[in-house]
């Protein structure tokens, strides 16, 4: 049975998930699709949608933000705070668009999906998942996989 959409919802996800573009620019970037698929993630790990905040920007702008507030002196693809109240998820996730380029290409993956994989990650931290150790890099990896095939519901 297919997913009935109506207005209000999208209303009301379209305030809880902001997107913001600091010296970049995604072409024919979906807010819609990122919302819904994103929602769908979260409904399934059994959490409430709070208030997510995606920031996208350059390498030396999240770079700049690694050394202030990590104290890490390296570039990443994504950082991620946490400001969860009990299942309620809610996050500022900061996004190096240079980086999603570099490892796409690396991985031989569209631009799309790694972008897609990245922001998916995020939302997985702030579930509670991490990657610090090889065992937690190994079930990140597969909760990435498994998340991102829920994509096609909404292609």
Not at 7 to 34: A, G, N, Q, R, S
Not at 69 to 93: A, P, Q, R
Not at 125 to 151: A, F, P, V, W
Request: glycine fraction near 6%; proline fraction near 2%; include cysteine.
């Amino acid at each position: 049975m297919g997913r009935k959409l109506v207005l209000p919802l999208l209303l009301e996800m379209d305030e809880k998930i902001t997107y913001d573009f600091i010296d970049v620019e995604i072409p024919d970037f979906h807010p819609e699709f990122f919302g819904l698929w994103l929602k769908d993630v979260i409904d399934l790990e059994e959490k409430l949608l709070g208030s997510l905040s995606y920031i996208f920007c350059s390498d030396d702008y999240l770079l700049d933000m690694n050394k202030k507030f990590l104290k890490h002196d390296y570039y990443t693809d994504i950082i991620t705070f946490n400001y969860n109240e009990g299942d309620s998820l809610s996050g500022d996730m900061f996004i190096s668009l240079d980086r999603i380029k570099d490892n796409a290409m690396v991985l031989g993956v569209s631009s799309f999906d790694e972008l897609c994989r990245v922001m998916v990650h995020g939302v997985l931290h702030l579930i509670g998942y991490n990657d610090k150790t090889d065992k937690e890099q190994y079930l990140m990896s597969l909760k990435e996989n498994e998340m991102l095939k829920l994509r096609h519901g909404f292609t």
